[in-house]
C-alpha cells in the first residue's frame, strides 16, 4: 500500500510552466502504475497523463506535446511537467497509484493549478 502527496500546484499565466510533484510513502512504489487525473469546477474527473512501471507513457489528447509525466523510483516520486499551460488546464491535480494485479488507486490530496487568462 502507497500513500500519495501531491505538490507543486500554484497560481501561472498563460503560457507558463510549472512542475508537479507526488511523493509516495509505502514500499514497492516501482511496481505502480501512476496517474496524474485532474477535475475543473462542474467537471468530471480526467486522466490526463499516466507512467507503467516499465515506463510506457499516455497522455490524454488534450495535453500532449504540453505535459510530460516521468517518474524517479529511488524518490517514489512521479512528476508532472506542464508546459505552455492554458485557462482550460485549472484545476485540481490529483496523482494516484494504482496497483498493476488488483487495479486498486490510491489518491492523494490534490493541488491547485490556476491558470490566468
Known amino acids: 500500500q502507497v500513500q500519495p502527496v501531491e505538490s507543486g500546484g500554484g497560481l501561472v499565466q498563460s503560457g507558463g510552466s510549472l512542475r508537479l510533484s507526488c511523493t509516495a510513502s509505502g514500499s514497492s512504489f516501482s511496481i505502480y502504475v501512476m496517474d496524474w487525473y485532474r477535475q475543473a469546477p462542474g467537471k468530471q474527473r480526467e486522466l490526463v497523463a499516466t507512467?507503467?512501471?516499465?515506463?510506457?507513457?499516455i497522455y490524454a489528447d488534450s495535453v500532449k506535446g504540453r505535459f510530460t509525466i516521468s517518474r524517479d523510483n529511488a524518490k517514489n516520486t512521479v512528476y508532472l511537467r506542464m508546459n505552455d499551460l492554458k485557462p482550460d488546464d485549472t484545476a485540481v491535480y490529483y496523482c494516484?497509484?494504482?496497483?498493476?494485479?488488483?487495479?486498486?488507486?490510491?489518491w492523494g490530496q490534490g493541488t491547485q493549478v490556476t491558470v490566468s487568462s
Open positions: 494516484a497509484a494504482r496497483h498493476p494485479l488488483t487495479q486498486k488507486s490510491y
Open positions: 507512467i507503467i512501471s516499465d515506463g510506457r507513457l
